[in-house]
C-alpha cells in the first residue's frame, strides 16, 4: 500500500503542477497566462487575469505540495477548489460524462484529492519524515471545506456581467405645425 499511495500523489500532483504550469507560462503545451486570462473572463471569472493567477497557482502549487506529501490537506484543499471551480463554470452543464465535456474526470480528481487526504500521504512523504502526518476523516472533511469555500471565494469575487446599456429611444419626430388653410 506504501508505493500506490507514492504512485497515486505523485501522478495526480504531477499532473496538476502540469495544469498549473499550463495556465500561467504556456508549458507542456498550454496557451499561457494571457489566453488563459481570457477565457476566464469568457466564463465570468473577473477579473480574469487574477482568477488565472489563482487557478495556475493553486493548481501548481496543490499539485506540488500533494506529490511531495507535504501539507497534505492543504494540497487537497487546493486541488478540491479548483475543481470544484471547473465543474461549475464549465463541466457540470454538460451533464456527468467526459466525453461530452461533462464533470466526471473532476469528480474523480476530487476524490481521489480526498482520499490521499483520509489515508494521508503515507511514509514516503515529507508530512510522515517531518512527523505531521495529518490524515483521517476530519482532515478529509477540512480539506473538502476549505475547498468549497476556496471555490465559493472565487464565484462570490467574480462580479456579475454588466448589464448592457439600453439602446437610446430615439427622439420622436417632430409634429408638424398646423398649416394655416389657404384664403381663397
Avoid: C
Avoid at 466564463?43 to 487575469?49: A, D, V
Amino acid at each position: 500500500m506504501k508505493i500506490w499511495r507514492l504512485l497515486l500523489r505523485m501522478v495526480v500532483g504531477g499532473l496538476f503542477v502540469g495544469h498549473g504550469t499550463q495556465k500561467l507560462f504556456g508549458w507542456f503545451g498550454g496557451h499561457g497566462l494571457e489566453a488563459t486570462s481570457q477565457g476566464f473572463e469568457q466564463m465570468g471569472l473577473r477579473p480574469g487575469k487574477t482568477n488565472a493567477i489563482a487557478a495556475g497557482a493553486g493548481e501548481a502549487a496543490g499539485g506540488a505540495l500533494l506529490a511531495a506529501g507535504f501539507l497534505t490537506p492543504l494540497a487537497a484543499a487546493s486541488i478540491i477548489g479548483t475543481m470544484l471551480v471547473a465543474m461549475h463554470r464549465v463541466h457540470l452543464k454538460n451533464g456527468p460524462w467526459v466525453t461530452n465535456g461533462g464533470y466526471e474526470y473532476n469528480l474523480v480528481l476530487i476524490l481521489a484529492a480526498l482520499a490521499v487526504a483520509e489515508a494521508g500521504p503515507g511514509p514516503l512523504s515529507l508530512d510522515a519524515a517531518i512527523g505531521r502526518e495529518r490524515k483521517g476523516t476530519i482532515w478529509a472533511l477540512a480539506a473538502l471545506l476549505a475547498g468549497g469555500l476556496g471555490a465559493a471565494g472565487s464565484y462570490f469575487s467574480s462580479p456579475p456581467e454588466p448589464e448592457p446599456y439600453p439602446a437610446p429611444e430615439p427622439d420622436p419626430a417632430p409634429e408638424p405645425e398646423p398649416q394655416a388653410e389657404p384664403e381663397a
